[in-house]
């Protein structure tokens, strides 16, 4: 068995906290007393195969803490949008056929993704943006994300969306990809964010060439993690394809001037979290 999955397998949570893994770009694995949740597991090499040779080519930083197959485990799959590196062509089938009790979570304009895979439709649940639901005894509320742009959908809703994870008496936000707009982080605040993952490669001409589209960028992030007052910040979406990273000293320089509570983590690291948990 896959180390990484054995640790997670084996770590015991205590109740009012939670396990959280990096497994690298957006992904995150998260455990709490009953539950295994994963957000936005890129576990394949799906972008480095269909790029390669192209001026965008994707090459990996580091090499995927487990491959698909191994997540047996995952009781619910979260998905923030139909991009490669968040909703996994090659990953999240695999996950689905190997952990049958998994349910999964991702915007309504993503639902027919999911039913390409060949996910049954009792296992997919979606949402459209400024909506939430219920599964499994977690509350999942979803926020608008703009992706450069919202491409919002007069039936579908919002195809980029961040979610509030309300688990355990603690609200986490996942930004998922998006830049800042107006009134976005009032929607966030509201929720009393206890921990918030945030992007940090930011956009930039030659990326937008490249058709890569933005996030926040390390001083973007580092703000609207202080505007929403997060009792601690993970920033993420760096160190993973060469061509779209960042420093994220950049953003421990910022979060540093602005006393803001963070925590860099390395890929396939852990810690526990709790409402008190520092960097």
């Not at 090499?63 to 995952?74: G, L, Y």
């Not at 160190?239 to 320089?253: Q, W």
Request: hydrophobic share 40%; aromatic share 10%; charged share 25%.
């Amino acid at each position: 068995m896959n180390p990484l999955i054995e640790a997670i397998n084996a770590k015991q949570i205590p109740p009012g906290r939670l396990g959280i893994w990096w497994i690298g770009q957006a992904g995150f694995a998260i455990k709490s007393q009953k539950l295994i949740i994963y957000i936005d597991p890129y576990l394949s090499a799906y972008a480095e195969r269909i790029t390669q040779g192209r001026e965008n080519e994707h090459i990996r930083m580091n090499p995927a803490p487990m491959h698909p197959k191994d997540v047996t485990h995952a009781d619910i799959v979260l998905c923030t949008h139909d991009h490669a590196d968040h909703i996994d062509p090659d990953g999240i089938p695999a996950i689905a056929q190997s952990a049958p009790q998994s349910h999964f979570v991702a915007p309504e304009c993503a639902r027919s993704t999911l039913r390409g895979f060949g996910i049954k439709e009792n296992r997919i649940h979606t949402l459209k943006g400024d909506d939430s639901l219920t599964l499994k005894g977690i509350r999942v509320h979803a926020v608008p994300a703009k992706h450069e742009q919202f491409d919002y959908d007069q039936k579908k809703g919002y195809p980029y969306l961040s979610y509030i994870i309300a688990i355990d008496g603690l609200n986490l936000f996942h930004s998922g990809d998006t830049i800042p707009y107006d009134g976005q982080a009032g929607k966030v605040k509201k929720h009393r964010i206890d921990l918030a993952f945030v992007p940090i490669n930011g956009r930039d001409d030659f990326r937008h060439r490249l058709q890569f589209e933005g996030n926040f960028d390390c001083a973007e992030a580092a703000a609207f993690a202080r505007e929403i007052n997060a009792g601690l910040t993970i920033p993420m979406h760096y160190d993973m394809f060469t061509l779209n990273t960042a420093d994220v000293n950049e953003f421990r320089k910022t979060a540093d001037r602005w006393k803001l509570n963070y925590r860099i983590m390395n890929h396939g690291g852990m810690f526990l979290f709790s409402r008190e948990a520092k960097k």
